[in-house]
């Protein structure tokens, strides 16, 4: 009897010695407490309305149809954005502050921003609510090529465990819509998936300029269950190396290795270039970079399921 008690308290004393030792560490502004919040007027064209978009950053009011600048050392972009398209002024807004608990949250939103104006456009185009690690370039001046206008990652030489976060999920279970402004909507058959990712790279530029990636550390995973309350501090475990052969392993895990569908980022000539990952590195190398991104849905660009929400909180490294 001893010697059960004896082994259930040392074991007690080993999982309570290994939480002690975790160091959790919340990514700068990943409380999501604070936000900057932009009104701008849209072209009288299209009804001259001034709309409000939203920000990760420190609280503060922004005036006037300029371009966004990162406020008070905040990592974070979104994928509302401030577009002049043909000269006309419009605003696209699918991430919003929430309250959760005591405090602040994200809201990530699927949703067709609508854009009209006799003789000159007339398009919807579908949006899903994303907040990346990185910087978005505005004014947008076309549907073109997205990810050239989003510089997708930052500076970063550790190791993390686990990406940590509070979730909550209202998926719907109809069909996607594909509406890119040009062209008539399209459906496709299945559902949409809201998404979570960490990437570590190891990158590095030729003399031509261009960026290369050897990817460090892999955390990915899809989510298409509506939850009924807060799922708090869930876990993406980081996999470090080639993890081909590892189990729970899904082909959208993989290494992004074509130009279109590469993320983007500026090389030291100031030029906005595709990050092509090469090959998965060592299990031990040090990555160069790290890329953090939620979104509301996981396609292609234009692609989703509208009225998906995800609600995102609390985001944290884990050591």
């Known amino acids: 009897m001893k010697k059960v008690i ?5 074991a007690a004393l080993t999982a309570a010695s290994s939480m ?29 309305n001034t ?25 974070w972009a979104t994928s509302n954005v401030y577009a002049k398209v043909m000269g006309v002024v419009k ?11 005591s405090g602040k949250c994200v809201k990530l939103t699927t949703m067709l921003e609508h854009v009209k104006a006799v003789g000159v456009i007339n398009m919807d185009v579908l ?15 076309s549907t073109k090529n997205p990810y050239s206008k989003m510089e997708m990652g930052v500076p970063f030489t550790q190791r993390p465990k686990y990406l940590q976060f509070d979730y909550k999920l209202t998926a719907p279970t109809g069909d996607r819509t594909y509406s890119s402004g040009f062209g008539s909507q399209k459906t496709i058959r299945g559902r949409d998936y809201s998404e979570v990712f960490i990437l570590l790279q190891r990158r590095w530029e030729d003399e031509k300029g261009n960026i290369h990636a050897a990817r460090v550390g892999t955390g990915r995973q899809r989510f298409g269950a509506t939850t009924a309350n807060w799922v708090n501090k869930h876990r993406i ?14 082909s959208y895990m993989g290494l992004i290795s074509t130009k279109d569908r590469a993320y983007y980022a500026r090389n030291s000539k100031g030029k906005m270039v595709p990050v092509i990952e090469e090959q998965w590195d060592d299990a031990n190398a040090t990555p160069t970079h790290m890329l953090v991104m939620a979104s509301s849905g996981c396609g292609t660009a234009y692609v989703g399921t509208i009225g998906m929400t995800f609600w995102i909180d609390n985001m944290a490294l884990v050591y």
Do not use: C
């Open 51 to 75: 709309k409000t978009i939203y920000e990760i950053g420190p609280t503060k009011t922004l005036d006037g149809a300029t371009a966004y600048v990162p406020q008070g050392g905040s990592p």
């Open 20 to 48: 002690a030792a975790e160091k959790v560490v919340l990514l700068k502004f990943g409380d999501f407490d604070q936000w900057v919040t932009r009104h701008i007027k849209e072209s009288s064209v299209i009804g001259g």
């Open 91 to 101: 605003t696209s807004n699918a991430v919003f502050p929430d309250t959760h608990g």
């Open 127 to 141: 949006v899903n609510g994303s907040i990346f690690l990185g910087r978005m370039f505005e004014p947008v001046s």
């Open 6 to 10: 004896f082994t259930v308290m040392a």
């Open 237 to 250: 475990e980081v996999k470090y190396g080639d993890i081909t052969k590892t189990p729970g392993y899904q």
